[in-house]
Protein backbone atom coordinates (compact mmCIF):
# COMPACT_ATOMS: atom_id res chain seq x y z
CA UNK A 1 0.00 0.00 0.00
CA UNK A 2 1.40 3.43 -1.25
CA UNK A 3 1.98 6.14 0.84
CA UNK A 4 -0.80 9.19 0.67
CA UNK A 5 0.40 12.40 -0.94
CA UNK A 6 -1.72 15.83 -1.38
CA UNK A 7 -3.03 15.01 -5.59
CA UNK A 8 -3.92 17.20 -8.44
CA UNK A 9 -7.58 17.65 -7.53
CA UNK A 10 -7.15 18.69 -4.03
CA UNK A 11 -7.44 14.97 -2.72
CA UNK A 12 -5.19 12.90 -1.29
CA UNK A 13 -3.63 10.36 -3.49
CA UNK A 14 -1.58 7.40 -3.25
CA UNK A 15 2.02 6.79 -4.74
CA UNK A 16 2.11 3.75 -6.89
CA UNK A 17 5.09 2.32 -9.06
CA UNK A 18 5.01 3.16 -13.43
CA UNK A 19 3.92 -0.18 -13.41
CA UNK A 20 0.28 0.67 -12.03
CA UNK A 21 -0.56 1.93 -15.57
CA UNK A 22 -0.20 -1.47 -17.62
CA UNK A 23 -2.71 -2.96 -14.84
CA UNK A 24 -4.94 0.21 -15.57
CA UNK A 25 -4.62 -0.31 -18.83
CA UNK A 26 -5.36 -3.68 -19.52
CA UNK A 27 -8.99 -2.93 -16.82
CA UNK A 28 -10.08 -0.61 -19.43
CA UNK A 29 -8.85 -2.61 -22.49
CA UNK A 30 -11.46 -5.73 -21.22
CA UNK A 31 -14.13 -3.03 -20.14
CA UNK A 32 -13.95 -1.56 -23.82
CA UNK A 33 -13.70 -5.01 -25.40
CA UNK A 34 -16.49 -6.29 -23.90
CA UNK A 35 -19.03 -3.06 -23.96
CA UNK A 36 -21.55 -4.96 -26.62
CA UNK A 37 -22.06 -7.78 -24.08
CA UNK A 38 -22.68 -5.43 -21.23
CA UNK A 39 -25.30 -2.86 -23.52
CA UNK A 40 -27.17 -5.96 -23.66
CA UNK A 41 -27.97 -5.38 -20.01
CA UNK A 42 -28.47 -1.84 -19.76
CA UNK A 43 -31.35 -0.05 -20.80
CA UNK A 44 -35.08 0.71 -19.33
CA UNK A 45 -36.14 -2.92 -17.95
CA UNK A 46 -33.03 -4.46 -18.24
CA UNK A 47 -31.64 -6.40 -15.11
CA UNK A 48 -28.20 -3.61 -15.23
CA UNK A 49 -24.48 -4.08 -15.32
CA UNK A 50 -22.36 -3.65 -12.15
CA UNK A 51 -18.72 -3.11 -11.36
CA UNK A 52 -16.99 -4.60 -7.85
CA UNK A 53 -14.05 -2.92 -6.69
CA UNK A 54 -12.97 -4.71 -3.14
CA UNK A 55 -8.99 -2.63 -2.64
CA UNK A 56 -10.20 0.09 -4.70
CA UNK A 57 -7.86 2.81 -2.99
CA UNK A 58 -8.53 6.54 -3.13
CA UNK A 59 -9.43 6.22 -6.82
CA UNK A 60 -6.17 8.35 -7.68
CA UNK A 61 -2.63 7.84 -8.12
CA UNK A 62 0.92 9.81 -8.70
CA UNK A 63 3.49 7.66 -10.20
CA UNK A 64 6.59 7.77 -7.69
CA UNK A 65 9.37 9.73 -8.52
CA UNK A 66 7.31 11.60 -11.46
CA UNK A 67 5.28 14.33 -11.67
CA UNK A 68 2.60 12.41 -13.20
CA UNK A 69 -1.15 11.41 -11.99
CA UNK A 70 -3.39 8.86 -12.79
CA UNK A 71 -6.99 7.47 -12.42
CA UNK A 72 -7.04 4.99 -9.84
CA UNK A 73 -8.51 1.72 -11.15
CA UNK A 74 -12.25 1.99 -10.11
CA UNK A 75 -12.45 5.59 -11.27
CA UNK A 76 -10.91 4.65 -14.97
CA UNK A 77 -13.20 1.78 -15.31
CA UNK A 78 -16.26 3.95 -14.43
CA UNK A 79 -14.77 6.85 -17.29
CA UNK A 80 -14.27 3.71 -19.76
CA UNK A 81 -17.41 2.45 -19.54
CA UNK A 82 -19.06 5.44 -20.26
CA UNK A 83 -16.31 6.24 -23.30
CA UNK A 84 -17.22 2.78 -24.59
CA UNK A 85 -20.93 3.78 -24.22
CA UNK A 86 -22.13 1.18 -22.35
CA UNK A 87 -22.13 2.60 -18.76
CA UNK A 88 -22.23 0.22 -15.95
CA UNK A 89 -25.60 0.56 -13.56
CA UNK A 90 -24.01 0.42 -10.19
CA UNK A 91 -20.56 0.92 -8.58
CA UNK A 92 -19.82 -0.63 -5.78
CA UNK A 93 -16.22 0.10 -3.91
CA UNK A 94 -14.64 -1.46 -1.08
CA UNK A 95 -11.39 -1.09 1.00
CA UNK A 96 -10.53 -2.00 4.79
CA UNK A 97 -9.11 1.46 4.94
CA UNK A 98 -11.85 3.95 5.96
CA UNK A 99 -9.89 7.34 4.51
CA UNK A 100 -9.60 5.55 0.96
CA UNK A 101 -11.94 4.31 0.16
CA UNK A 102 -14.02 7.46 0.79
CA UNK A 103 -11.99 9.53 -1.36
CA UNK A 104 -12.85 6.95 -3.94
CA UNK A 105 -16.57 7.51 -3.81
CA UNK A 106 -15.83 11.18 -3.58
CA UNK A 107 -14.36 10.96 -6.86
CA UNK A 108 -16.58 8.74 -8.38
CA UNK A 109 -19.55 10.68 -7.58
CA UNK A 110 -17.30 14.15 -8.94
CA UNK A 111 -17.25 11.54 -12.20
CA UNK A 112 -21.25 10.90 -11.86
CA UNK A 113 -20.74 7.40 -10.78
CA UNK A 114 -23.83 5.58 -9.76
CA UNK A 115 -21.54 4.13 -6.59
CA UNK A 116 -21.98 2.36 -3.39
CA UNK A 117 -19.67 2.22 -0.70
CA UNK A 118 -19.62 -0.93 1.44
CA UNK A 119 -17.11 -1.24 4.29
CA UNK A 120 -14.84 -3.95 5.40
CA UNK A 121 -12.59 -6.25 4.70
CA UNK A 122 -12.46 -7.84 1.08
CA UNK A 123 -14.32 -11.21 2.00
CA UNK A 124 -16.73 -9.06 4.52
CA UNK A 125 -17.58 -6.48 1.44
CA UNK A 126 -17.92 -9.32 -0.78
CA UNK A 127 -20.52 -10.73 1.19
CA UNK A 128 -22.31 -7.62 1.96
CA UNK A 129 -22.15 -6.81 -1.42
CA UNK A 130 -23.28 -10.34 -3.03
CA UNK A 131 -26.67 -9.47 -0.59
CA UNK A 132 -27.17 -7.01 -2.90
CA UNK A 133 -26.77 -7.95 -5.72
CA UNK A 134 -29.86 -9.14 -8.38
CA UNK A 135 -29.06 -12.50 -9.71
CA UNK A 136 -30.42 -11.82 -13.12
CA UNK A 137 -27.73 -8.81 -13.98
CA UNK A 138 -24.08 -8.99 -15.30
CA UNK A 139 -21.39 -8.71 -12.82
CA UNK A 140 -17.70 -7.89 -13.23
CA UNK A 141 -15.58 -8.31 -10.44
CA UNK A 142 -12.25 -6.70 -10.00
CA UNK A 143 -10.42 -8.47 -6.91
CA UNK A 144 -6.32 -6.06 -6.89
CA UNK A 145 -5.07 -6.97 -3.34
CA UNK A 146 -2.02 -5.23 -1.78
CA UNK A 147 -0.72 -8.76 -1.31
CA UNK A 148 -1.08 -12.40 -2.05
CA UNK A 149 -2.37 -12.96 1.99
CA UNK A 150 -5.45 -10.63 1.26
CA UNK A 151 -6.91 -12.46 -1.63
CA UNK A 152 -8.82 -14.89 0.28
CA UNK A 153 -10.68 -17.32 -1.30
CA UNK A 154 -13.93 -16.98 0.13
CA UNK A 155 -13.99 -13.88 -2.01
CA UNK A 156 -14.94 -15.82 -4.97
CA UNK A 157 -16.71 -18.43 -3.23
CA UNK A 158 -18.70 -15.55 -2.22
CA UNK A 159 -19.52 -14.90 -5.96
CA UNK A 160 -19.49 -17.96 -7.74
CA UNK A 161 -23.14 -18.93 -7.40
CA UNK A 162 -24.34 -15.97 -9.81
CA UNK A 163 -24.83 -16.98 -13.49
CA UNK A 164 -23.25 -14.23 -15.36
CA UNK A 165 -19.82 -12.97 -13.28
CA UNK A 166 -16.70 -12.20 -14.64
CA UNK A 167 -13.74 -11.83 -11.83
CA UNK A 168 -10.30 -10.22 -13.19
CA UNK A 169 -8.07 -10.89 -10.35
CA UNK A 170 -4.19 -9.63 -9.16
CA UNK A 171 -2.38 -12.68 -7.95
CA UNK A 172 1.15 -11.38 -6.73
CA UNK A 173 3.92 -13.46 -8.41
CA UNK A 174 6.54 -11.39 -5.91
CA UNK A 175 4.73 -12.72 -2.66
CA UNK A 176 4.62 -16.16 -3.92
CA UNK A 177 7.87 -16.64 -4.75
CA UNK A 178 9.84 -14.43 -1.93
CA UNK A 179 7.61 -16.73 1.12
CA UNK A 180 7.56 -20.28 0.17
CA UNK A 181 9.75 -21.33 2.96
CA UNK A 182 8.01 -19.21 5.14
CA UNK A 183 4.56 -20.68 3.79
CA UNK A 184 5.67 -24.22 3.89
CA UNK A 185 6.62 -23.97 7.65
CA UNK A 186 3.39 -22.18 8.37
CA UNK A 187 4.85 -19.18 9.33
CA UNK A 188 2.87 -17.50 6.71
CA UNK A 189 -0.75 -18.19 5.82
CA UNK A 190 -1.02 -16.78 2.66
CA UNK A 191 -0.76 -20.04 0.82
CA UNK A 192 -3.21 -21.16 3.11
CA UNK A 193 -5.89 -18.26 2.44
CA UNK A 194 -5.42 -17.97 -0.66
CA UNK A 195 -5.49 -21.96 -1.60
CA UNK A 196 -7.26 -23.58 1.52
CA UNK A 197 -6.14 -27.17 1.47
CA UNK A 198 -3.39 -26.84 -0.34
CA UNK A 199 -0.91 -28.91 1.90
CA UNK A 200 -2.68 -32.21 1.85
CA UNK A 201 -2.05 -32.02 -2.17
CA UNK A 202 1.41 -30.82 -2.54
CA UNK A 203 4.46 -32.59 -1.23
CA UNK A 204 6.62 -29.98 0.38
CA UNK A 205 9.52 -31.56 0.51
CA UNK A 206 10.39 -31.02 -3.17
CA UNK A 207 11.97 -27.92 -4.95
CA UNK A 208 10.57 -24.51 -3.88
CA UNK A 209 9.28 -23.65 -7.57
CA UNK A 210 7.61 -27.32 -7.71
CA UNK A 211 6.01 -26.31 -4.45
CA UNK A 212 4.99 -23.00 -6.07
CA UNK A 213 4.08 -24.85 -9.46
CA UNK A 214 1.75 -27.36 -7.81
CA UNK A 215 0.18 -24.82 -5.22
CA UNK A 216 -0.43 -22.66 -8.28
CA UNK A 217 -1.90 -25.54 -10.20
CA UNK A 218 -4.10 -26.51 -7.14
CA UNK A 219 -5.14 -23.09 -6.68
CA UNK A 220 -6.67 -23.26 -10.18
CA UNK A 221 -8.69 -26.85 -10.01
CA UNK A 222 -10.18 -25.28 -6.49
CA UNK A 223 -11.71 -22.12 -8.77
CA UNK A 224 -12.96 -24.86 -10.92
CA UNK A 225 -14.64 -26.48 -8.56
CA UNK A 226 -17.09 -23.38 -8.28
CA UNK A 227 -18.40 -23.27 -11.91
CA UNK A 228 -15.69 -20.58 -12.55
CA UNK A 229 -13.05 -20.94 -15.66
CA UNK A 230 -9.97 -19.38 -14.90
CA UNK A 231 -7.65 -18.12 -18.26
CA UNK A 232 -4.91 -19.61 -19.59
CA UNK A 233 -3.80 -16.14 -20.35
CA UNK A 234 -2.03 -14.80 -17.82
CA UNK A 235 -0.44 -10.98 -18.44
CA UNK A 236 2.10 -10.93 -16.65
CA UNK A 237 3.32 -7.24 -15.10
CA UNK A 238 6.63 -6.20 -14.08
CA UNK A 239 8.72 -3.08 -12.83
CA UNK A 240 11.37 -0.89 -15.12
CA UNK A 241 13.41 -2.88 -14.34
CA UNK A 242 11.88 -5.95 -15.27
CA UNK A 243 11.60 -8.08 -12.02
CA UNK A 244 8.26 -9.77 -12.50
CA UNK A 245 5.79 -8.44 -9.77
CA UNK A 246 1.71 -10.06 -10.79
CA UNK A 247 -0.35 -11.75 -13.28
CA UNK A 248 -3.45 -10.41 -13.96
CA UNK A 249 -6.01 -13.27 -15.06
CA UNK A 250 -9.60 -13.77 -15.64
CA UNK A 251 -12.18 -15.97 -14.33
CA UNK A 252 -15.62 -16.44 -16.10
CA UNK A 253 -18.96 -18.56 -16.51
CA UNK A 254 -18.20 -18.05 -20.54
CA UNK A 255 -16.24 -18.87 -23.12
CA UNK A 256 -17.11 -15.10 -24.44
CA UNK A 257 -15.28 -13.56 -21.70
CA UNK A 258 -12.17 -15.49 -21.91
CA UNK A 259 -12.34 -14.41 -25.76
CA UNK A 260 -11.76 -10.96 -25.03
CA UNK A 261 -9.53 -11.51 -22.07
CA UNK A 262 -7.32 -13.24 -24.81
CA UNK A 263 -7.73 -10.05 -26.70
CA UNK A 264 -7.12 -7.61 -23.79
CA UNK A 265 -4.34 -9.09 -22.24
CA UNK A 266 -2.50 -9.83 -25.58
CA UNK A 267 -0.41 -6.68 -26.28
CA UNK A 268 2.60 -8.00 -27.05
CA UNK A 269 2.16 -12.04 -26.59
CA UNK A 270 1.64 -13.76 -23.52
CA UNK A 271 4.57 -14.31 -20.95
CA UNK A 272 5.28 -18.47 -20.13
CA UNK A 273 3.89 -18.73 -16.10
CA UNK A 274 7.29 -19.36 -14.59
CA UNK A 275 7.30 -20.02 -10.67
Not at 52 to 57: I, S, T
Not at 153 to 168: C, H, K, N, P, Q
Not at 258 to 266: D, P, Q, T, V, Y
Request: positive net charge.
Amino acid sequence: MGELVRGDDGLDVEEVGPWARDKIASLCRYISISRAVRRKWLGPGKAGATYVELFCGPGRSKVRRKDQFIEGSCVAAWKESVRAGAPFSSVFVADADDNRRKLAVARLQHAGAPVIEVEGDAVTAARTIRALMSPSSLHFVFVDPYNLGAFKFEVMETFAGLSYIDMLVHISKMDIQRNTGMNIRAQRAAFDDFAPGWRSAVDMAQRHPTVRRQMFEFWRRKVSTLGISPSADMELITNEGGQHLYWLTLLAKHELALRFWKAAANKTGQQEMKL
